[in-house]
């Protein structure tokens, strides 16, 4: 029976009773509200300095993507003059990217779809392997949050000077380092704006430009947001991000298995925890004691604020950060590290019943993963190293469909576009095959006098030309005829070619 | 009821809403503070908003907030921009000379544009989106031109118009004949006119009698051959473009009734850059002689 069936019969009943009930739960919303807190605070996070195996990784990761970050716009390619000597260049005006040797134009931007496939695939791939090492290691919310904890113990000293100053009434010193962390905080969100802005202009020049007030609002209003969202993110909302507004950690959820390693705490050991003492009383008379002494030292450096000895937890970023710590514990205890480890519940499972431990990483998911990415790398590659320069596409007039001449003659015009992806000039000529005698005329180009029309490109661009083909065949064309336009170009012989329709009545 | 609220659910240490499906409770977890803290920036923002734009209606309008934008205004705006941004190119297009125009590609792709945008906002609806006409109003795309196909033609019919009412408009028409000629010669020179751009002729067509009539009666303006006379907007008529329709019926009706489609005058309603770029454009479509 459920609630609501004994609330209706119990009110047949015993009417006084609801009234009773009500009255109760009138003076405990007076008391409590209805449903409880609606709202809390979120528990402030000290996170404790650790060195080790996987805080050098960490330190390595930053290095390196925070140095691509902000150094990249400075790096020079050679393009000639036509083109921007930027390796890193997303020109809007323009309508250009330029990556290294690669350029790209708006109507390519089918590569962008390749590279984020690309992205989300990888994302599973190292799922798959490791659980969620991308927010551990890689992810942008870690990495700037964790320049920030350095930033925040540089000032404001490690988790336990801290949370002593942070206890204690305000005095000169403590607004002195309060103050001298949101300013390093603030530097380092600016430059981070600053340098974001910088992929979108000449960096050298824009700089420049910033530095004497020159440059354009839009420079401005970008590096502001960029600094406001990294100080709010990276300062201040930290582990919130992760456990609030990132979907990842619910979609990462749904598509793991038994086989991905996790940081796990290895209770198969570490259970009974108890002090060292004590282990050494409950062994002494034969009965079990795990190797964890309960130290906190796991809880203390995890930027999430999460206990991994509660199992896997949706705050756990993976960084690896307790794994470091509790080795350093347990090479004090002269016991073997490894008591928080990336590893398995599968493998916990099996060292209790005494199974080899089994470490797959070749499964059925990584592998169909690894081919998706090596299908989508191998197609965007081949398609980029085999893309062609010239282009051409076609616009039939919509109207008239064809136009009679005076003479009877049928006519239908095009406009016609012609790409031309060279840093450099070039000429192209333009012919149709599908009727018998056809002429073609070009409005706005005037003729040469050898009589070849010629249709000059520039560098990087495209040209948009009117043209008409006229029919001198005698006998009356079909509605439509598919005809093929070749576009050639006369230096290289570089072909391009389109199908389109001559109609007639 | 009441004190089921304090049910505190022994895995979490969280406390329940209370609320019980078939042995389900539901978890009461907290929200985050600075999640009300950000609902309450954003009505923060939103009084901001009343205060900097127009937002509350009113009886006769609404509040007009501190900056008084409207999308209106912001749109004269933009167009004065636009205005300025192309002005360069519009004092060329102004002072160009027609052939200069046609000579130079930039100005010519500027004047195409123009006129492209223009000649669907005045043109297109007589002329057809493409310029490709109907019966009455001109192909613009064909090599045939009653009144001249260079461009400083096209730019005077555009200017003052055809038969438009203005002083200096393009006159002559081609006038009824009915009560004039007689049926059955009417009859004859229609069959004439048909057979002059090499249209077979009805049986039993008086060729002859058409002839004369044509001499008679129409070759002041069309020309003795029937080659036509652009002073006077008189049509080719050996060429294989008709107008109004090549079938006998049309051409009788046209010659019992004549004809005069008008073609409005621009000058004043379009500036004089427009002016020209339109014409260039026509120009353009192909039919346009040296």
């Known amino acids: 029976m459920t609630a609501l069936e004994e609330l209706a019969k119990s009110a047949e009943v015993h009417p006084p009773r609801i009234a009773a009930a009500r009255a109760a739960e009138k003076a405990y919303e007076a008391e409590v509200g209805d449903d409880g807190p609606l709202y809390a605070a979120p528990k402030r996070i000290y996170p404790q300095s650790v060195r080790g195996r996987f805080r050098t990784i960490k330190w390595i990761v930053l290095a390196i993507t925070l140095g691509i970050y902000y150094l990249l716009p400075f790096v020079r390619w050679d393009r000639g003059a036509d083109a921007p000597s930027q390796a890193v260049l997303i020109d809007f005006p323009a309508r250009r990217f330029y990556f290294f040797f690669i350029e790209l134009w708006p109507q390519e931007i089918y590569y962008l779809t390749g590279l984020l496939i690309l992205a989300a695939i990888g994302l599973f791939l190292m799922n798959a392997l490791a659980g969620r090492i991308w927010c551990g ?101 930290r582990e919130q991000v992760c456990l609030y507004m990132c979907p990842w950690p619910r979609i990462q959820a749904a598509l793991t298995d038994e086989y991905a390693l996790n940081v796990t705490y290895r209770y198969d050991r570490g259970e009974p925890r108890c002090s060292v003492k004590k282990a050494e009383q409950l062994r002494s008379s034969g009965q079990p004691a795990g190797d ?66 089994v470490f797959k990483l070749i499964r059925w998911r990584t592998s169909l993963y690894a081919a998706i990415i090596a299908i989508a790398g191998g197609i965007m590659i ?57 002429l073609i005329d070009y409005v706005g180009l005037p003729p040469r006098a050898d009589g070849r029309q010629l249709i000059t490109v520039g560098p990087d661009q495209t040209k948009e030309v009117r043209v008409m083909v006229t029919d001198y065949s005698p006998t009356p064309p079909a509605p439509s005829t598919t005809v093929l336009f070749s576009l050639i170009d006369i230096d290289s012989g570089a072909i391009a070619q389109m199908r389109d329709h001559f109609f007639g009545p | 009821m009441a004190d089921e609220h304090k049910d505190i659910d022994a895995v979490t240490g969280t406390a329940t809403t209370g609320h019980d499906w078939d042995g389900i409770r539901e978890l009461n977890t907290p929200l985050p503070r600075w999640w009300l803290w950000t609902f309450y920036i954003t009505i923060v923002w939103a009084i901001g908003y009343w205060v900097v734009y127009p937002a509350w209606p009113l009886l006769t309008g609404s509040t ?64 057809g989106a493409g310029g490709g006409g109907t019966k009455g109003y001109p192909n613009l795309n064909d090599d045939d031109w009653l009144w001249g196909g260079k461009l400083d033609d096209i730019v005077q019919t555009l200017r003052f118009g055809i038969r438009s009412g203005h002083d200096k408009a393009r006159q002559g028409n081609m006038p009824p004949f009915a009560g004039v000629i007689k049926p059955n010669e009417i009859s004859a020179v229609a069959d004439f006119a048909r057979s002059l751009s090499g249209l077979p002729p009805e049986k039993g067509a008086d060729l002859a009698l058409g002839k004369k009539v044509f001499a008679d009666n129409c070759a002041v303006c069309h020309g003795p051959e029937g080659k036509g006379n652009r002073e006077l907007g008189s049509p080719n008529l050996t060429d294989k473009i008709w107008l109004y329709g090549s079938d006998k019926a049309t051409i009788e009706q046209g010659i019992l009734n004549g004809r005069g489609g008008v073609m409005p005058n621009w000058e004043g309603r379009l500036s004089e850059p427009v002016i020209k770029a339109l014409a260039v454009y026509v120009y353009t479509f192909g039919g346009g002689e040296k």
């Open chain 1, 382 to 438: 081949f398609t980029l190293a085999t893309r062609d320069s010239e282009g051409i596409s076609i616009i039939h007039d919509r109207n008239p469909m064809f136009v009679r001449m005076s003479d009877g003659a049928l006519r239908n015009a095009y406009t016609v576009r012609i790409v031309n992806k060279q840093l450099k000039s070039r000429e192209f000529i333009l012919s149709v095959d599908g009727i018998p005698s056809t």
């Open chain 2, 64 to 127: 007009e907030g501190v900056t008084a934008w409207h999308a209106r205004s912001a749109v004269v705006t933009d167009l004065a921009e636009l205005k300025t941004q192309r002005g360069p190119m519009m004092d060329k297009l102004s002072s160009a000379a027609l052939s200069e125009i046609a000579g130079s590609p930039q100005l010519l792709d500027f004047a195409r544009a123009q006129g492209r945008v223009a000649f669907a906002d005045n043109c297109a609806p007589c002329h």
């Open chain 1, 137 to 237: 290691y890689l992810c942008p919310q870690t990495v700037w949050t964790d320049l920030f904890f350095a930033i925040e113990r540089f000032t404001e000293g490690d988790r336990r000077e801290h949370m002593k100053r942070d206890g204690q009434p305000w005095t000169l010193e403590k607004y002195a380092r309060k103050g001298a962390k949101h300013f390093l905080w603030l530097m380092v969100a600016w430059w981070t704006g600053g340098a974001w802005v910088l992929y979108f202009a000449d960096a050298p020049t824009l700089v420049k430009e910033l530095a004497t007030g020159e440059a354009p609002f839009a420079a401005y209003l970008w590096i502001g947001i960029l600094t406001v969202s990294t100080y709010t993110l990276a300062g201040h909302m």
């Open chain 1, 292 to 357: 964890c002494v309960d130290c906190l030292q796991c809880v203390h450096v995890c930027p999430t604020g999460v206990d991994i000895r509660g199992g896997a937890n949706l705050g756990c970023i993976q960084c690896g950060l307790c794994i470091d710590a509790c080795d350093r514990v347990m090479e004090k205890l002269a016991r073997p590290t490894g008591l928080i480890a990336y590893d398995t519940d599968l493998n916990i499972q099996a060292r209790r019943e005494g199974r080899p431990m």
